[in-house]
């Protein structure tokens, strides 16, 4: 690649809405490319690892026409800079999702997760909240979904990316 460009990764725990922003977004940002990391899933398996580098590769073939993307799913920094493509990123910028925890259990529950699953995703959206300024570099923001409108949370996302993109 000539000029590079950054990737943007939407992360949070499960039940935050990560994939439900998605159409708002695409709407939103129709200059970028939006994904969701669970899409291949169930024609990978749970190889988490190769799921995160098939869309770094896909998100590096896209950059290399001048276009950014964003993958929403759940990615942590230090699995995001061992994928191969990794380094042809000017930047990988993360944002969290974060949700209450009565509202992430409502939106478990509602896809019959069990007990010890929602505990799981509880504790690691709390990590998520106490690291975001020690873990990631540049330090992640975050937005809350619990009582956030769809469309809000996408317009706080656009103006996370559009920020970046001016810098």
């Known amino acids: 690649m000539d000029k590079k460009i950054p990737l943007f990764i939407v992360t949070g725990a499960s039940g935050v809405g990560k994939t439900t922003v998605i159409k708002n977004l695409r709407g939103l940002l129709p200059e970028v490319d939006i994904f969701e990391i669970d899409a291949i899933h169930e024609f990978v398996g749970d190889d988490w690892n190769r799921i995160q580098n098939i869309w770094l590769r896909v998100a590096r073939n896209i950059a ?22 990794y380094q042809y990123f000017k930047n990988v910028y993360f944002l969290n ?11 478990l529950r509602a896809r019959n997760w069990s007990e010890n699953m929602i505990h799981e995703h509880k504790s690691f959206a709390n990590w998520l909240l106490e690291n975001a300024d020690k873990a990631y570099t540049p330090p992640m923001p975050t937005v809350d979904t619990s009582k956030t409108e769809v469309y809000e949370v996408a317009l706080k996302i656009r103006e996370w990316v559009r920020g970046h993109i001016i810098n």
């Open 97 to 107: 999702l974060h949700c209450d925890d009565e509202t992430r259990e409502l939106r």
């Open 64 to 85: 290399e026409s001048g276009r950014i993307s964003i993958i929403c799913g759940t990615m942590m920094p230090w699995d995001a800079e061992k994928c191969e493509d």
